[in-house]
Each structure stands twice: as structure tokens, then as C-alpha cells.
């Protein structure tokens, strides 16, 4: 039977802790069906609050909240174009993983 696949190696939790909770602090940020949507959806190009909001649905506040989540984790930055803010995705391990979890 196969066992852990560092069975010989010893994990150096502590010298590794900051990657580590770098890595969960971003799986934590797209860990909700809203923000993963709208991480996907960013991924074909940048998009506005308002054209997010009609695609999901949502009200203006709640897709705000979770832009607000998305960019403090530094998955996403916006940009101001007139009175817009456009945002797009910026983290490629983000994109990378989205890309992975829907096989595009």
C-alpha cells in the first residue's frame, strides 16, 4: 500500500508555514461559489460590477462584497476607465487553478 507521498521526508511545517498560508488564504477567497464564478468568468476578460451583477443575478452590494474579498487577497485588481472600475484576474496560481478545477 502506498502511503503518504513524503513518507521519507520530513515536512518542514514551520520553515514552509508562510507558503502554505499564503496557498490557504487564496483557497479561501475563491472557496465560494460567487467568487469562483466570478473569477472564471474574469478569466475571459475584464468586466465591470454592474456586468457582473447581471450575470449573477446578484445585488450591486453583495458582488461588491465579494470584489472586496477577491482583491484583498491580491486574486483580483481593478482599474478605473472613466467612472467604471474594470477588473481582471492578476494572480496566475488563481488562474492556473480555475483553469485545472474546470479543465479549460
Known amino acids: 500500500m502506498e502511503g503518504f507521498p513524503l513518507k521519507n521526508s520530513a515536512i518542514d511545517i514551520e520553515k514552509d508555514?508562510?507558503?502554505?498560508?499564503?496557498?490557504?488564504?487564496k483557497l479561501k477567497a475563491i472557496a465560494h461559489p460567487y467568487r469562483l464564478c466570478i473569477v472564471r468568468g474574469l478569466l475571459s476578460g475584464e468586466c465591470?460590477?454592474?456586468?457582473?451583477?447581471e450575470c449573477l443575478n446578484l445585488p450591486q452590494s453583495t458582488v461588491s462584497q465579494h470584489i472586496s474579498k477577491l482583491k484583498s487577497a491580491g486574486i483580483i485588481e481593478g482599474k478605473r476607465n472613466g467612472l467604471e472600475i474594470c477588473y481582471r484576474v492578476v494572480d496566475n496560481d488563481i488562474i492556473n487553478a480555475v483553469k485545472l478545477l474546470f479543465n479549460d
Open 48 to 53: 465591470n460590477v454592474t456586468t457582473i451583477q
Open 17 to 25: 508555514f508562510k507558503k502554505y498560508e499564503t496557498i490557504a488564504e
